[in-house]
Each structure stands twice: as structure tokens, then as C-alpha cells.
């Protein structure tokens, strides 16, 4: 068959077929390049990004736990300052998660650098989950530095490592992908801050971060129980320490129920260009 039979009608030659040969890393270039670029930015401004989230949680943990851990008496038979930890770690990484994405997406958008990764080869799932590895990266390491700076104050333990790596798995694909949803949807920075300080916030405040939700009245203890951190920090506090208000196990059932719902929401905005190609 000559070239110009295996072109089309009007005897264009025909595009060439795309490889699907090679190595993981070869088929999923784009993606790695993608995933660099955003955990490179990280990185980069660690002394933003990085350092000063764990230096704020770090000084909640000397504030209130060893200024008031021996005024208040031990919560669920832990220590205070031994119980707030796990609240304020989580606290911090999911702010993290969240902050971070939602900045890089609607500053991807606002450069049209967008523009070029949906133009790219790559799937729409390699860009949804490139987009959202910058901030479980960050998120991660802000984690485990605050774990590290708590252990010769406080001594937390870990009771539970599997509840606890399925605990952060979980809160960093919702908090990832919630921060990716945001950010296409933004229309100005003020809308990215807003969700995280009248949102994320509060509901980290009152989900438990410094008290057991068992101690409230009735009513706010029922209607505690429908703010969704108030599952997430209870799974990671049950990884660290044992104790929880709620079975661990629906405090995962809860996160995994709203993982699913974040990434199939970032995954459809990706697929459709909803927001993003208009």
C-alpha cells in the first residue's frame, strides 16, 4: 500500500499510530513531568509552603498542652497535651492539602497555563492526579515533621500504624481533590481562602481538634456528628492514640464515602473541561 492510499481522501498521509509500548515511566511521562512540576513548586518555597504551617501547629501543641495540660484532666484517659496532637496534625495537613492545590489550579488557570496541560497527550485523569500530588506532598512532609517535633514533648504514641496510614490516605484524597475542585471553580483568590477560613477552619476547630465531642450537650454533640472532620480527625486520633468518639470504622467508612465523591467530581471536571475550557 503506498503513502498516499493509507492517507486520507485528499491524499494527506495518515497520523501517525501513538505508542503504547515502553516502560511505566515512558507511558506516564507526562504525568511524572506534571507531578515534579507541582511537588518542585513545593519545594521551592519551603519556607512558606512548609515551614510555617508546621511551626503555627507546632506552637498550638507547646500553647496548649503544656501550658494547660496540667490544669485540664486527662480526656478519654489520655494525657491533654498527648490528645491534641493528632487533632492538630491533622489540622495541619489538611489545610495543606487543600491550600496548596486550590492556589496551584486557580494559578494555572489565571497564567492559562492550564491551557497547555489540557492540550498535552495526557489522559484526563494523569492531569486530575498530577494536579492534586503537590499537596499530599506537602501535606506529608508537614505531617511528619510535626510528629517528629511532638515525640520528646508530648511522647504520642502510635497504637494503630494501618488505621492510621488508611486515616491520612483518605483525608489527603479528599482534601487534594476538594482543593483541585475549588481551584477550577474560583473566579478570584478570595474565593480559594474563602472555603479554607469560613470552611475548613471551623469545622477543624469543632470537629474535636482540642476536646472530645462525648463532653458536649446535647444538642452540639448530634450535630457534631455531621461535620465531616470531625470523622477524619477521630480516625487519625484513633490511629495515634486508641481512643475514639465514634467507631473507627465508620469514621473510615465516612472518609471513604467522601473520597470517592471528591475524586469522581475532579475526575469529571477533567474529563468534560467543565470550567476549564470555556
Known amino acids: 500500500m503506498s503513502a498516499l492510499d493509507s492517507g486520507s481522501a485528499n491524499g494527506a498521509p495518515a497520523p501517525a499510530p501513538i505508542a503504547t509500548g515502553g516502560t511505566l515511566a515512558e507511558r506516564h511521562r507526562g504525568l511524572i513531568a506534571l507531578a515534579g512540576r507541582e511537588v518542585n513548586r513545593v519545594l521551592k518555597l519551603w519556607q512558606q509552603t512548609i515551614a510555617a504551617p508546621i511551626v503555627s501547629s507546632f506552637l498550638f501543641i507547646l500553647v496548649f498542652g503544656l ?6 484532666r486527662a480526656v478519654e484517659g489520655v494525657d491533654y497535651d498527648v490528645f491534641i496532637v493528632p487533632g492538630l496534625v ?15 489550579v486557580f494559578q494555572a488557570r489565571f497564567d492559562r497555563y492550564i491551557n497547555d496541560v489540557l492540550a498535552s497527550p495526557m489522559k484526563s485523569w494523569e492531569v486530575n492526579l498530577g494536579l492534586s500530588l503537590g499537596g499530599a506532598v506537602r501535606a506529608v512532609l508537614i505531617g511528619i515533621a510535626l510528629v517528629l517535633l511532638a515525640l520528646p514533648v508530648t511522647s504520642v504514641p502510635v497504637h494503630d500504624p494501618f488505621v492510621l496510614f488508611l486515616a491520612v490516605v483518605l483525608s489527603l484524597v479528599i482534601f487534594s481533590s476538594l482543593g483541585v475542585i475549588v481551584g477550577v471553580y474560583a473566579q478570584s483568590w478570595d474565593h480559594a481562602s474563602f472555603v479554607q477560613n469560613i470552611v475548613i477552619v ?14 458536649l450537650p446535647s444538642p452540639w454533640q448530634e450535630i457534631s456528628h455531621v461535620n465531616p472532620l470531625f470523622f477524619v480527625i477521630n480516625a487519625v486520633r484513633y490511629g495515634f492514640l486508641g481512643v475514639s468518639d465514634v467507631s473507627v470504622w465508620l469514621s473510615l467508612g465516612v472518609m471513604a464515602v467522601l473520597a470517592a465523591v471528591m475524586v469522581v467530581w475532579s475526575s469529571w471536571l477533567f474529563s468534560t473541561g467543565r470550567k476549564l475550557k470555556a
Request: no cysteine; net charge neutral.
Open 67 to 72: 501550658s494547660l495540660g496540667s490544669r485540664i
Open 90 to 104: 491533622t489540622m495541619a495537613m489538611v489545610q495543606a492539602a487543600y491550600s496548596n492545590n486550590s492556589s496551584s
Open 202 to 215: 471551623p469545622l477543624s476547630f469543632l470537629g474535636g481538634t482540642f476536646y472530645s465531642v462525648d463532653t
